[in-house]
């Protein structure tokens, strides 16, 4: 079975702090994401990966930064939480390059104090 | 400036009946459209997709309509069932066949009526 698996669900930090976002698949796929989803805004993407140590911007790349060592890990990284990025972030990879179908992770809710 | 849209935040339809939503584009080279189904506090879900050669997908009680003229495509729920209620996003991916993401609209809350 097909698998996108987010290590966290539910993180609370406090403002400042380093927060670490991990994402394994195990498709062996290239492409993978990370979005953030906000109620009335939709999904968001904030960086993608088209290869181990390969990183591309996405729409809202500040205060984000990944992290791709390993094909099937792709890690979002807040270098210093802010209370703006609480949200739900979900990591995605590419199921179907050719219709750009993406299969997702369950998603980790984090909350900024 | 957003190239996918989706105006009704939400919408409230009757079980058994025909649940409608709507979407619509602005980026004439986009090749594929996707609906996926979100369900609170888990990753959304595939549904159906549809690429902008074709008019009409169907796959069991879902059918996407695409458009192209009107750049508008809409997805038909029938009949519509309890388990539906959830949170439809319309996506759509350019001519790289998504390798740089898929661009998402606000989505659309469904609420099905026993």
């Known amino acids: 079975d097909v698998k996108v698996t987010q290590s966290s669900r539910y993180l609370v930090k406090r403002t400042g702090e380093k927060v670490f976002l991990e994402c394994v698949q195990d498709?062996?796929?290239?492409?993978m994401f990370w979005y953030r989803q906000d109620p009335g805004l939709g999904l968001r993407l904030i960086y993608f990966s088209y290869d181990v140590k390969m990183k591309e911007k996405g729409d809202i790349p500040e205060g984000y930064s990944v992290s791709r060592e390993k094909k099937e890990r792709f890690s979002l990284i807040l270098e210093s939480a802010s209370t703006n990025q609480t949200s739900m972030y979900l990591c995605?990879?590419?199921?179907?390059?050719?219709?750009?179908?993406?299969?997702f992770g369950e998603g980790s809710r984090l909350t900024v104090l | 400036d957003q190239q996918v849209k989706q105006n009704s935040p939400s919408l409230s339809v009757q079980e058994g009946r025909i649940s409608i939503l709507n979407c619509d584009y602005t980026?004439?080279?986009?090749?594929?459209f996707l609906w996926y189904k979100k369900y609170p506090a888990e990753g959304p879900t595939f549904l159906i997709s549809i690429s902008s050669i074709k008019d009409k997908n169907e796959d069991g009680r879902f059918t996407v309509f695409l458009n192209k003229s009107a750049k508008h495509l809409s997805l038909h729920i029938v009949p519509s069932q309890p388990g539906d209620s959830a949170v439809y996003f319309c996506?759509?991916?350019?001519?790289?066949?998504?390798?740089?993401?898929?661009?998402f609209g606000k989505g659309t809350h469904l609420i099905i009526q026993p």
């Open positions: 980026n004439s080279m986009f090749d594929y």
């Open positions: 995605a990879s590419i199921a179907a390059p050719n219709t750009g179908e993406l299969f």
């Open positions: 498709m062996d796929h290239e492409n």
């Open positions: 996506a759509a991916s350019g001519s790289g066949g998504g390798a740089d993401g898929l661009t």
